[in-house]
């Protein structure tokens, strides 16, 4: 897929120190650090609340933080949103955020930023969005809309892809697809930074796992483990 970022990139994709968050005066995340390699996934795995959502927020630059953020070796520091996506920094937020007003197409093309991008390899990764191309994303059942908000970040070639929860409240046969297109990223070099409580799927996508409880970093499990996961961990996943 030519819109996906080069293997040949020296150093970390991402690499994060120190960073800590808030909302208002509230703070969400303290000193949370990790490095992330290009073609890498990681997931960070927490019960509702613990602070996995914000990371990837505060990484975009979408809630007030300090630390250090490298893209690439770029720092982002002081960056807005929209500059960050520019850098390659892909993010697919919970609630999607597709333009349900919009077709298929124009969402992909919404999402290219304005750049060419491979129309043909984001449809071999979600084959079911072939037949939808002009049809309005309001009319797309929830795991389609889920395909749709992953292929429409994916259209401006992102080094890196944020994932928040992206099986949540899909069909299985939808997450399984999710499932080989994160594989697919992974074969061709894009690191993806995975929010998830699903066990099954951290276990099918993510090289390691990061345990995340009240805004910090407390841990790190093989994501297979999870499966089977010992009483440290279930504490951390409310389990």
Not at 93 to 115: C, H, K, S, W, Y
Not at 173 to 191: P, T, W
Not at 205 to 233: N, Q
């Amino acid at each position: 897929m030519s819109s996906v970022a080069s293997t040949q990139d020296a150093g970390p994709a991402l690499r994060v120190g120190a960073l800590d968050a808030w909302y208002g005066r509230a703070q969400a995340l303290f000193a949370v650090s990790l490095a992330l390699a290009p073609g890498e996934v990681l997931a960070l795995v927490g019960r509702n609340g613990a602070g996995k959502s914000t990371t990837l927020a505060a990484l975009m630059g979408l809630v007030r933080a300090q630390g250090a953020v490298e893209l690439a070796g770029q720092s982002l520091a002081g960056l807005p949103t929209h500059q960050r996506a520019r850098l390659g920094l892909g993010y697919v937020p919970q609630e999607r955020r597709i333009f349900t007003d919009l077709t298929v197409q124009q969402n992909l093309t919404v999402g290219a930023q304005g750049r060419p991008y491979d129309l043909d390899g984001l449809l071999e990764l979600f084959p079911n969005l072939a037949d939808l191309l002009d049809r309005p994303a309001a009319q797309m059942s929830g795991g389609e809309q889920q395909m749709l908000a992953v292929a429409r970040t994916l259209a401006a070639g992102p080094r890196v892809v944020l994932l928040d929860e992206p099986s949540e409240g899909i069909a299985p046969l939808v997450v399984a697809r999710l499932a080989l297109a994160v594989q697919a990223l992974k074969a061709q070099g894009v690191a993806v930074l995975l929010s998830e409580q699903n066990a099954r799927f951290v276990a099918q996508t993510a090289d390691r796992a990061l345990l995340i409880e009240r805004g910090e970093v407390v841990g790190e499990a093989a994501p297979r483990d999870l499966l089977h996961p010992t009483a440290a961990v279930r504490s951390v996943l409310g389990l």
